[in-house]
């Protein structure tokens, strides 16, 4: 093996260290996770804010309820998420989209939020179990982000994209 080689191997390996330390450190919560009593379930339905896009797992806000939760009760608490990066409440029109991707930091429209509702309560019917708390979000990617954020965008019109989008 070169010197080059050598070297980019323990920066590789110094690095790996140090990432997986790091994640693994910090993937629990801070408090001993609880052994008994009976988990609380949490589901977590909705877009980007909900599913924590570019967050790792021990800073989305989910994960935090959680910690908080069973430093509270002192009892195991379970999140179920369905929640995804571009999530609208329904779509418009039903076509199939171009695209699927199981991982949530992927922009997509689909599930619907009310498509994710329908796959937890598949989900807890499964488990015979059914969620103490809901965190839930939507609307943002139905009315548009950009409709949102430009000052040319009349409040009027907002609030009418608003209430004909999101009840």
């Known amino acids: 093996m070169t010197h ?5 191997t323990k920066i590789l390996l110094t690095l790996l260290f140090i990432f997986g330390s790091g994640t693994a450190a910090l993937a629990s919560c ?3 996770q609880p052994t008994g009593g009976v988990p609380l379930h949490v589901l977590v339905i909705g877009d980007s804010i909900m599913w924590g896009q570019g967050l ?4 989305k806000f989910s994960a935090r309820v959680k910690c908080w939760l069973q430093s509270k009760i002192n009892r ?3 999140i179920h998420r369905e929640a995804h990066s571009g999530a609208v409440i329904t779509l418009s029109t039903p076509a199939p989209p171009p695209f699927i991707s199981a991982n949530g930091e992927v922009n997509l429209t689909t599930p619907t939020i009310n498509e994710q509702l329908d796959q937890a309560i598949r989900f807890y019917s499964n488990l015979r179990a059914e969620p103490a708390l809901i965190l839930m979000n939507g609307c943002i990617n139905d009315v548009g982000v950009k409709n949102l954020l430009a000052a040319s965008t009349p409040l009027d019109e907002l609030r009418t994209n608003a209430r004909k989008s999101c009840g």
Request: aromatic residues 0%; without cysteine; proline residues 20%.
């Open 30 to 32: 801070p408090d001993p």
């Open 4 to 8: 080059s080689n050598k070297r980019a």
């Open 56 to 59: 790792r797992e021990e800073e």
């Open 76 to 78: 195991p608490v379970e």
